[in-house]
């Protein structure tokens, strides 16, 4: 019995993998079905000339750029102009006794903010600090963050009766929150709205998220020929043409280090078509693309926080297609290409990268 029972087992083997196989081939098929159907529907528009709205986002973000006079980054990565920061600084700014409200950085950021939140942007923003740090002699000592938002401390600044004080250390408290708070998302929202987009087909947001799960969305929406009012879609990045007016990002999750752009793209298609609130892919940026040149092969994004500053970055196409091409990812490291002394060890990150375009570019919102 127990041999007629081992040799049943042994027959059933086979078929039982063959019944357990499928699953993961058909889900294969569908989703390459799924993004096949989706890179026509992405190939077709970018065939066509930007549209008017598309147009008139470029031209914000560019028009913001040049309000803001921002860094510029060339096609290698490299940034050739330091321009003004988040924390009001120029390179060579000379320390002027007066300034135009326009020119300080964290006027400009709070803009943006304000375009979100209205009146109520200060309380959306969170100020840091690391619990006796101002008074620490010790640079090894660990101190634990605190955290509190801006509103607090403009409270505090109101209880101040010498109006010069006052005013320095409401600006104090506004500035260090600008500084601790991200604000790429925030840029993007403003840029958007600006152009006249209804908060109907954009999801004005302090995360890039909300706007990317959003494009997502509306790919599935569009196979499924259901209605979707949302003015992107999204789209394989290193497979379509970008236009202006559409944006690239990118993911910073450490746990997706090595995860390929179609990987990343997957995982958050699974993951709004299993219904749920699952959103695992919340470190993220978006940029703006601003110019395209066939001429040059190049195009130009514009991002907001991006080394603290409205920056301008030139990227690499392919040429004929002009689509985009994946940024160099080599290392500034070899001894003898640094004069310094070598630290002891790496640093906890890695080699350093030479390229400040060597991000995890992963989908293109593409405007519909």
Not at 200 to 229: G, L, P, V, W
Not at 277 to 295: F, M
Request: hydrophobic share 40%.
């Amino acid at each position: 019995m127990r041999l007629f029972a081992c040799a049943f087992a042994l027959a059933l083997a086979p078929a039982i993998a063959l019944a357990a196989s499928p699953a993961p081939a058909q889900a294969d098929r569908a989703a390459a079905k799924f993004w096949k159907s989706v890179q026509a529907t992405c190939d077709a528009t970018a065939a066509k000339p930007a549209g008017e709205l598309g147009q008139r986002i470029a031209q914000t973000a560019i028009d913001e750029f040049n309000r803001f006079g921002g860094h510029q980054i060339d096609a290698n990565g490299r940034l050739f102009r330091f321009g003004l920061t988040e924390a009001e600084h120029e390179e060579d700014d000379g320390g002027a006794q007066q300034a135009t409200i326009g020119h300080l950085g964290w006027w400009q950021v709070m803009k943006y903010w304000q375009s979100l939140y209205g009146n109520d942007a200060a309380g959306k923003l969170e100020a840091r600090g690391y619990r006796d740090a101002s008074t620490a002699t010790q640079e090894a000592q660990e101190a634990a963050l605190l955290r509190t938002d801006a509103a607090r401390l403009l409270r505090e600044a109101e209880s101040v009766s010498d109006p010069a004080a006052r005013e320095i250390l409401r600006e104090a408290a506004l500035r260090a929150a600008i500084i601790d708070t991200s604000w790429s998302a925030a840029f993007v929202s403003y840029v958007v709205k600006q152009s006249g987009a209804a908060e109907s087909a954009f999801r004005f947001a302090n995360a890039h998220r909300a706007y990317i799960y959003d494009a997502f969305a509306t790919s599935a929406a569009e196979q499924n020929k259901e209605t979707d009012n949302h003015i992107y879609r999204a789209c394989p990045l290193l497979a379509t043409r970008p236009r202006i007016g559409d944006l690239i990002c990118n993911q910073r999750e450490s746990s997706l280090a090595d995860a390929t752009e179609a990987a990343v793209r997957e995982r958050i298609r699974t993951e709004l078509a299993s219904g749920g609130d699952t959103r695992t892919i919340r470190r993220t940026h978006c940029e703006v693309v601003a110019s395209v040149d066939p001429r040059t092969q190049t195009m130009i994004t514009i991002g907001g926080n991006v080394l603290q500053a409205v920056t301008a970055r030139k990227l690499a196409l392919r040429k004929r297609s002009l689509k985009f091409q994946a940024a160099r990812k080599d290392h500034c490291g070899g001894a003898d290409r640094w004069t310094l002394t070598k630290a002891a060890a790496q640093p906890p990150h890695g080699p350093a990268k030479c390229s400040l375009n060597d991000k995890k570019w992963f989908v293109l919102l593409q405007l519909r």
